[in-house]
């Protein structure tokens, strides 16, 4: 997606994947895709360990283009409304593009694409809505939440453990409203595999179902 040439030790973000923070080339190799040149790399990210990754299909930037995104624990804090103070043209054309001109709480509760995707099936989007259920609000997963959310490979860099929990809050009722809706059409299109797929979640999972169900 790129058509520059990386090579080992530049530190890049996977605009795609910015939860997994900046990350380090530690091996870089010429290939091509569909008769077009591009690179196979491998790098090892802060957050997401070592991966291999084609030029041809990620969408990779130079770490020091996305600020708001590395692992750096310094800097000044952003201003309250937006997430990034970029600190040039192409760091702030870059925010404009990755955030959208999103305030912090619109950014930090809205759920990812795949969970409201009218493209995929109920069952698809019922499927991710539900792994969303893996992140809990304390600890280490509150980060990795955190990170998902606002790209920013150290969460804790910009914002405090307080905030972060306010934040988490409101994704849960986002999310738990999704779920209500999905599971609605998830049923409507295979009763079958609703039902399976619930009875493979956890109990807490299903006693929400059931609360959301009678609420109706």
């Given amino acids: 997606m790129t058509s520059k040439l990386f090579s080992v030790g ?15 080339i530690t091996g870089a190799t010429k290939t091509t895709q569909d008769g077009k040149p591009c690179q196979l790399l491998t790098i090892r990210f802060d957050r997401a360990g070592l991966k291999t990754i084609s030029t041809a299909f990620a969408n990779l930037v130079p770490a020091d283009w996305a600020p708001a995104m590395a692992s750096s624990s310094s800097g000044d804090a952003p201003a309250p409304e937006k997430f990034v103070a970029a600190t040039s ?47 809990k609000p304390q600890g280490g997963s509150l980060l990795d939440w955190a990170a998902m959310q606002s790209g920013l ?12 929990e306010q934040f988490f809050d409101g994704f849960v009722i986002v999310r738990d409203a999704q779920l209500k809706k999905v599971v609605a059409e998830a049923r409507k299109a295979d009763p079958s595999a609703t039902s399976r797929l619930l ?7 299903q006693q929400l179902v059931r609360r959301l169900d009678a609420m109706r």
Avoid at 10 to 24: L, Y
Avoid at 105 to 117: E, F, V, W
Avoid at 118 to 133: E, H, I, N, Q, S
């Fill in 89 to 135: 043209d192409k760091e702030a054309a870059f925010a404009a593009k990755l955030l959208g001109g999103e305030d912090i709480r619109s950014r930090m509760t809205r759920l990812p694409d795949a969970a409201t995707d009218p493209f995929t099936t109920p069952d698809a989007r019922l499927k991710f809505v539900l792994g969303l259920f893996r992140f």
């Fill in 199 to 205: 009875a493979a979640t956890a109990p807490g999972v």
């Fill in 10 to 24: 530049e530190k890049v973000v996977h605009a795609g994947k910015p939860e997994w923070g900046s990350g380090s």
């Fill in 153 to 164: 490979a150290d969460p804790l860099s910009r914002f405090n453990r307080h905030e972060l």
